[in-house]
């Protein structure tokens, strides 16, 4: 890959969406952000039609559903979208919850992997195994 790695990332909680930005941004990664399902998906529709699409996208699995709703799984909605749209792109879930059934069930949706907010180390080698960088 000759440039950045460009990664949407998805979370409802500001704080730990622009600490997490930051860690990815220190990285070396591109990062944009997006507060809820409705909002990136656009972005990622967006990004596919103006020619310079994601290479990743990191979904928080609790946050408003794309009508608004709060739902423990909602972030698995958008993942189910996204692979609908572009079933190659890797998508990584997080959650505050350290449950290997949660984990479990977002690979079975379709995520390349899952990790639990705050393990940010772990989150890094993480992308860097499903970018293969």
Known sequence: MDREPKILLVD????ILRSVEKTLFRAGFDV???GGNAEAYQMYLEAITGGAPFDLVIIDLNMPDFDGKEGRY????L??????????IPVIA??????????????????ADYFVKG???????????VLGT
Do not use: F, H, Y
């Open 119 to 129: 393990r940010n180390q772990e989150m890094l080698q993480k992308i860097q195994t």
């Open 79 to 88: 993942l189910k979208r996204i692979k609908g749209q572009t079933p190659g």
């Open 12 to 15: 409802d909680e500001e704080n």
């Open 74 to 77: 909602a972030g698995l909605e």
């Open 32 to 34: 944009e952000t997006a």
């Open 94 to 111: 997080n959650s505050a919850w350290d449950e290997v059934e949660t984990a479990k069930l977002c690979i079975e949706q379709g995520a």
